[in-house]
Each structure stands twice: as C-alpha cells, then as structure tokens.
C-alpha cells in the first residue's frame, strides 16, 4: 500500500507560477514511475507530466516549456513546478505512483488560473 498526499494547490493569476507537490507514505525509489495527471470540469483525466525510474520525462504538448516535473528521494516526493499558467490550466491534479504491486492515486489538489 502507498498513500500519496497531494499539496500546493490555489488560486493564481494568469501568468503566474505554482509548485505542487506529492509525498509518498514509503520510499519512491522502487516505483517504476511518477506522474501528474489532471482533470478539468467535463473533461477526461490526462497525462501532464511523467518520470520514470531512470530519470525519463515526459510531458504533454499543452505544458511542454512551462511545467518540470522533479523528485526528491530523501523526501519521498515528487514535484510539478508550473510556470506562465494559463486559465485552460484550470483542473484537480492528481498524482500517481506505478509500483510493482499497481497504481496508486493521490486525493487530488485544485488549482485555478483566473484574474
């Protein structure tokens, strides 16, 4: 079992910036991979931005040149820096963890981009 907690969402004008952050209830040094997902009002869950157990990112087009997505081992977390954001950035963002024994999901964090 892995609980994931989600934090660092709000509320943030056009153009700013957010760190989300996703701590992990034992070590991420095994899990195959991390990732940032989210989900606006009526819309679908998508894939934002993924790292790999060696270190191999992947982000969506949407985010591509703004969004990083790190991890910190000593702390068992992963992080999504979010810069220039956009009101079509608007959704829960979750994180996820894909580990040998499945995938596991975080509550989930909102963020809103509005003036």
């Known amino acids: 079992q892995v609980q994931l907690v989600e934090s660092g969402g709000g509320l943030v004008q056009p153009g700013g910036s957010l760190r989300l952050s996703c701590a992990a209830s034992r070590s991420i040094f095994s899990f195959n991979a991390m990732d940032w997902y989210r989900q606006a009002p009526g819309k679908e869950r998508e894939l934002v931005a993924a790292i790999s157990s060696s270190g191999r990112l992947n982000y969506a087009e949407s985010v591509k040149g703004r969004f990083i997505i790190s991890r910190d081992y000593s702390r068992n977390t992963v992080y999504l820096q979010m810069n220039s954001l956009k009101p079509e950035d608007t959704a829960v963002y979750y994180c996820?963890?894909?580990?040998?024994?499945?995938?596991?999901w975080g509550q989930g964090t909102q963020v809103t981009v509005s003036s």
């Open positions: 996820n963890a894909q580990t040998g024994s499945g995938p596991y």
